[in-house]
């Protein structure tokens, strides 16, 4: 079928949808929701069987739905309509939860329903729950429902009225959810209400507060039972992370958003608050960034940073922690990322909030090279990076620097730097790609700026295996995999073999002159003359919208361009390539 994604971004639940419905052989385009001209332009062109719509801001307009099936994504259960579904569900403690696929109509959320699936809620932030849970059933109801419509087309299938649905349970429709309702009651509420709702509010936009007397928005919460306080005081920090009593017990707030900087961007609480925090008692926390476990002769290293960024000084305590791990008397070394996200490479937000954003970006991907260094001069054990969750740019690379890669089957890979201005991108990239998947595919996964599937990145060579577990059970088969591989017959051999490859691919060509080329582009695009890397850096800190689809999603604009005048967001993309990566 002829598919147009019609989404506001190509956020993880697009770019997910848009890899399975490729992989079931359909044709996919993608379209940004900016306008309906465009968004009329685009069905135009592409004359899509079915719209899809994973992630809208606004309504479809009526002269798209009256003509073409829209299939909307609906982050609820069947009945549920709103904008705030899944921050509600999240809020009120639902046990559990959905997505529905439903036809677009004049009615918001009240079309006739195409597929709905269901999903046990549990104690998580919204924006894991999204990526996970919901990406999950979003998956498998589009897939569901684009099997009907060759029935719905010859009229032997009718999508279910909503008045008509059968379900044990439906939702309601609710208003957007406001502030004023997530505000935490600090005198009143208890840990676990004050974890609802900022899990009900995280990612975007957080729970409405104040700090050290300022206003702000928190994000990033973890409970911390064992400590006690005046409800609604700071009591300590650990890290990047503040600690705040409740009634009965305690809240880690991991990042902030300092209302005063409007339209700022979420930093580390110990970062926005810098001279407030240095005063707070330094405490332990218990399951903070970085944890370290051992099983039998295999070492597990989790680093759960939050949205995978890592900012020099993580890259710099990960890397001694990894050391660490080193000197303990394990056969495999298991680096385990986060839950949800593997790495996303270096901190774009501490770089922008840095005095000097090009020396912060120099000092981070330094730090991010030293660390991908460490992994590829472990000679002594081997090393495994399992994906539970996505990595983009040099979060990816570094992941290859391991000897093997594992990952869940619903991980997306962005194994590629253009996409922001243009970056060249280190983490001796051009050493570890290459190697991978071979010169010519490596140069073509560099250019096309493209998500790849795990089972996308297996078959290519990327990575080494990927399996269609949940989350539970992808952890418990690393571990088993991981002792598999530490006790191994011939262990000894196949690490001389791993030791005698990188000595030959050392002396071929160093690694050190790798990374100085790599730091040759990256020094031009953090200090040259064109400020690509910086323009795209400042839109994706401050969330600003595209102004126009990227043209290598868009295939439907390449339809257009031979013959004739480019229409009008082709046309901007020439106009500001750097801004999009272009070329
Ligand atoms: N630095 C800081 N924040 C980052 C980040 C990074 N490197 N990568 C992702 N984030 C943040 C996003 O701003 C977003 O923040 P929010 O919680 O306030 O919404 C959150 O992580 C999730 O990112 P999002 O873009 O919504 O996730 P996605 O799964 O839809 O897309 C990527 C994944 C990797 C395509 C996208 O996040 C990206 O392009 N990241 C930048 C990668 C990069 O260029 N790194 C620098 C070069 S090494």
Known sequence: ???????????????????????????????????????????????????????????????????????????????????????????????????????ANAEMDGGDIWAAQTFPMHAAKKSSIYRGEVADAAVRGVLEALVHYPEYVSGSWKPTPLHEFK???????????????????????????????????????????????????????????????????????????????????????????????????????????????????????????????????????????????????????????????????TRVLVLMGGGDFWSNGIHLNRIEAADSPADESMRNIEAMDDLALEILSTTDRFTVAVMQGNAGAGGCFLALATDQVWARQSAVLNPHYKNMGNLYGSEYWTYLLPARVGRERAQAIMQNRLPVSAAGAVKEGLIDACFDDDAVAFRARAKRMALELATVPDYGSRLAEKCTRRACDEAKKPLAEYRAAELVEMRRNFYGFDPSYHYARHHFVYKIAHAFTPRHLALHRELASPAGDPPAAAAATQRYPALTGGS
Request: hydrophobic share 45%; net charge negative; with cysteine.
């Open 1 to 103: 079928m002829r598919i147009l994604l019609l989404t506001h971004s190509f956020n993880s639940l697009s770019q997910r949808l848009w890899l399975e419905l490729q992989a079931c052989g359909h044709e996919v385009s993608v379209e940004l929701d900016i306008a309906d001209s465009v968004a009329e332009e685009a069905v135009a062109l592409w004359q899509p069987d079915v719209i899809v719509a994973p992630f809208l801001k606004r309504a479809i307009p009526a002269s798209i739905w009256s003509r073409y099936v829209c299939l909307i994504v609906h982050p609820g259960i069947v009945g549920d309509r709103g904008p705030s579904s899944l921050d509600w569900a999240i809020q009120e403690g639902a046990s559990e939860w959905g997505v529905t696929v439903l036809q």
């Open 167 to 329: 379900a044990p349970v439906l939702g309601i429709e609710r208003p957007s959810i406001k502030q004023a309702q997530r505000a935490i009651d600090w005198q009143h509420d208890d840990t676990a209400t004050v974890l609802r709702k900022l899990n009900a509010a995280d990612g975007c936009p957080g729970v409405k507060d104040v700090l050290f007397g300022q206003p702000c928005h928190l994000f990033d919460a973890h409970a911390a039972m064992e400590y006690r306080g005046t409800a609604g005081e700071v009591i300590g920090r650990s890290g990047d992370a503040v600690l705040r009593a409740t009634t009965d017990g305690a809240v880690w707030i991991g990042h902030v958003r300092r209302i005063e900087h409007d339209p700022g961007f979420k930093l580390p609480a110990a970062v926005a608050f810098a001279a407030e925090a240095a005063a707070l008692p330094e405490l332990s926390f218990a399951t903070g960034e970085i944890r370290y476990e051992e099983h039998g002769s295999a070492g597990f290293l989790h680093f759960d940073f939050y949205n995978g960024a890592m900012s020099t000084d993580q890259c710099l305590r990960l890397r001694q922690a990894y050391a660490d791990a080193c000197k303990r008397p």
